[in-house]
């Protein structure tokens, strides 16, 4: 389907409905059902009159609107051709989508800010409708195992695409075929009991039954469908009525006895099917009982099979009444509103009914939803579980949401029974049916687990890739937490304020540079960053003056596990993109929320680096995947972890992390990001006769390097999986895997050129006592290439100054009839200071100093040395530039349009000058200002 031009029609309908002072936002709306009805009704042969007549469907457009008005917004909807609406008869529902996108969009704005949803804004906040292929699989894998229990040999069984193959057949299934009745108590506009009619149709067609009474079996008895949004629930009855009126015309013309109902607080329900109806033993879905649509009965019944998509809402984004109401009724489920709505619909499942639904994951693995977890897997019966993870929906609007769709048998699980449980976490949600399909055919590519051996991991984990005797570890041996504290850190209270990265801070006042420590101002900081692995990501510094006084005063910190600051441990990063990584945590550092820690109990210091050894191997990182497979490594996760401690005592466990770690704090130490690096190896300890001989050199020896890292972490995972007793997931450590990512050449190049520039900035001098060369804190564009020359001249022979420039530049890479200088000029002006600014994180060592979109002045500042001095001196250079100008040959337009752009520059730099010196701004960086100061000023230099 073309979504995108869906999208674009509703978006031009908004803006079309909503022109007018006397239209208010629920007018727009009711006018948008009203045509999208209409427009649907056109594409189907009849007008929207006759569906909504005797069907309890009310379409109006609204009478405020002009006369003419309707006509034209029919024509914008006409936008959308006519095959579509026949080809997807859910496409009103997308579209309503589509129209709170924008209300939902301001909603999530409005939580940033600290804002909290009410009950009227839940309809926009939730509305996220199923994929088709979603659909499909939880329709068929609830109502079709009920059928599949009484007519196994089925012919519809085998052409139901999404029915799970590999899940068994449960042995128990109430009911009959006609009386089964299925509920979705978060209906939207009926994306799920749309797919609910087709299986049913499917299952009356196969018993003989005729298309038109089967039709009035399903409406008027077999579907019944919740939401707290009348107008979704306008959409659903029309979605279902073109269904059925496309196997049987007539029903159109016939009174429709609908359980497709809002639940209104106009009604007297305040929280929609979350609340508890008047419970009555009556029967329903009796063939010719009478039917009367009441949401009270509704919500007091009992169904053979539930389904829903429930709306998503997290505690801390709900207004104190939905919370306060939550914490009353479903205490053990008022995290998140999905949860809730979980135990729910088990309560309206008859026993050996089927369950189905999609929502977030984070029920499988959290521990704040470990007690739903455990009532689920101890009461329930899985039968099926699709693994989505990510891009599950097909529009979801930007908003990043780990998914699981799944199926469950309302009976206990019984011994020995499997359920089928498929990773499907890769691509979007039409790659992943793909896949499904296709190993559903096959039966391949499927895990069975047992419940009973979630038992053995903490928290029953839903950890269904795991063999058992993997599982059995955590019963084997004693958790981490027994040897080592594993510890969050503090919280500043405003990092804006107290965290800095260090090279924005005077070296003098740095802890790690500073010779009288009364004068420390500024400590190691350990605040996560990157996968990295066994030493690195030192890239903060956290304002610690006078032992935190500043801090300990902020009523917004929170100095948590303060007694740890300062020891010798391990530390990763909370978040991870990727592989876990943990590295050493070296004595001085405080740490932060997001680079959690452990620390080793008194006697056991000398463990810490097999320790290391151990979670930084493959066995660790597959355990931590499994438990918690979001992009959040928690303290609680690696507390867990099952430990031998006779392994960390093994000689040679210490003695692999110990190289291991040497090897990643010399890579480390070779990157301008650390504090203690001297110069590129190409100048020290890999400087060979010529520059391209030296750059060669370093790059193989970061090579050998990688190599050799490999190495001793393939030997670290041999000797974990050999303690242990288990044979590796994915394959031998000594089999076939991943060769280890090697630099490029090129890389080397261009690291080799930064750290020229900073040279030439004056932040790392050579020694060099030529008066020839002079490093400046501030530097023109057009100076780099003359001031490279003299350096390298100064640093190899001088006599080889020309090939070596030129060895520099083939290894960078230059385009046809390119000279040397065009390409190093090139890289210093448009690929040295984009890739340093990603280095640093937005916050540069060097600033760089533009006049404006044209590009007229171009230089370069060192961010700590743009002292009242420098802003001078930078205005001087303007002047400079401006008599340049003036000297040289240029077509009129573009030498008038530099002339201005230079005039103004310099007219802001004045401006600026004298605000500072008016006592309006500031040059001095004050300890804790000096980042504020920085974004304060940094629109001055550039534009």
Known sequence: MKRQLHRKVVHELRRFLEDGEQVSPEQATDAFIHLVMEAASGAAGAPVEKWAAGNSLQPLFPAMYPEGFREKALQLLGGIPDQDWRLDPQLPGWLYQYWLTPEKDRLFRMFKSGAKASHGDIPAVTQLFTPEWIARYLVENTLGRLWSRFYPESGLISRWTYFDRSADISPDAPGGPEE?????????????????????????????????????????????????????????????????????????????????????????????????????????????????????????????????????????????????????????????????????????????????????????????????????????????????????????????????????????????????????????????????????????????????????????????????????????????????????????????????????????????????????????????????????????????????????????????????????????????????????LERGFLFDNGGSCLFPEEGREETLLALLAYLNSEFTAILLSQMNPTLNIQPGDVARLPLDEALLLDARMKELGEACLRLAKAEWDESERSWDYVGHPAVHSCREDTVEASLRRSWEMRCRRAVETERLERAINRLVYSHYGLQPLYGYPDGEQEAAELPLLKETAESF?????????????????????????????????????????QLWNPCDTDSNVEAVARLLGIRPKESVEQRLRRYFSREWYPAHYREFGGYPRYLRICSGPRQALLAYVTALRLTEEAVDEIYILCVQRREELRGATHEADEWRLDMEELDSFARRLKEYLESCRAGRGSLSQEDEDTRAWMDRHRSVFDC
């Open 180 to 584: 089964w009745t299925v509920l979705d108590p978060a209906c939207g506009c009926g994306h799920l009991l749309a797919a609910a009619f087709d299986v049913l149709m499917d299952m009356h067609l196969e018993a003989g039954i005729e298309p038109v009474q089967a039709v009035r079996i399903i409406l008027n008895r077999q579907l019944v469908g919740l939401d707290i949004d009348p107008k979704a629930v306008d959409m659903c009855r029309f979605v279902l009525l073109q269904k059925a009126a496309a196997v049987a015309p007539s029903i159109i013309y016939e009174e429709v006895e609908w359980g497709i109902e809002a639940i209104t607080r106009e009604k007297g329900y305040r929280f929609g099917s979350l609340d508890r109806g008047e419970s009555k033993a009556v029967s329903f879905g009796r063939a010719g009982a009478s039917y009367e649509a009441d949401p009270g009965r509704l919500l007091s019944r009992k169904y053979h099979a539930v389904i829903t998509n429930p709306p998503y809402l997290g505690r801390r984004n709900m207004d104190k009444e939905l919370g306060d109401f939550l914490d009353r009724s479903y205490p053990r489920t008022s995290a998140d509103l999905f949860a809730a709505f979980l135990e729910r619909c088990l309560d309206f499942l008859y026993p050996s009914g089927y369950f189905g639904a999609i929502t977030p994951q984070s029920w499988m693995f959290l521990s704040g939803f470990e007690e739903l977890r455990t009532g689920i897997l101890t009461r329930e019966t899985i039968v099926s579980l699709l693994h989505l993870g990510a891009r599950a929906f097909e529009d979801n609007n930007g908003q990043v949401v780990q998914t699981v769709s799944f199926v469950l048998h309302k009976s206990p699980p019984s011994r020995g029974a499997a359920g089928s449980f498929w990773r499907l976490t890769e691509g979007p949600s039409s790659h992943k049916a793909e896949v499904y399909k296709h190993n559903n055919w096959w039966n391949t590519d499927v895990y069975k687990a047992s419940q009973a051996m979630f038992r053995h991991i903490p928290g029953m984990r839903m950890a269904y890739a795991l063999p058992e005797d993997w599982a059995r570890l955590f019963g084997r041996f004693p958790p981490l937490d027994r040897y080592y504290a594993v510890k969050k850190g503090m919280d500043t209270g405003c990092n804006d304020r107290y965290v800095r990265l260090w090279h924005e801070v005077p070296q003098e006042q740095l802890s790690f540079r500073c010779t009288d420590p009364s004068l420390a101002h500024w400590f190691p900081y350990a605040k996560g960053g990157g996968p990295q692995k066994w030493y690195g990501n030192h890239y903060f510094v956290v304002y610690w003056r006078n032992n935190g006084e500043a801090i300990r005063r902020d009523s917004r910190s929170n100095l948590r596990n303060y007694a740890y600051f300062g020891r010798q441990g391990i530390t990763w990063s909370t978040v991870s993109t990727g592989k876990p990584g943990f590295r050493l």
């Open 753 to 793: 050129l930064a750290y020229a520039a900073a040279c030439l900035l004056g932040t790392y001098p050579q020694g060099i006592d030529d008066p020839a060369f002079t490093s400046s804190p501030l530097i023109r564009d057009s100076e780099w290439v003359p001031r490279l020359k003299v350096w390298l001249g």
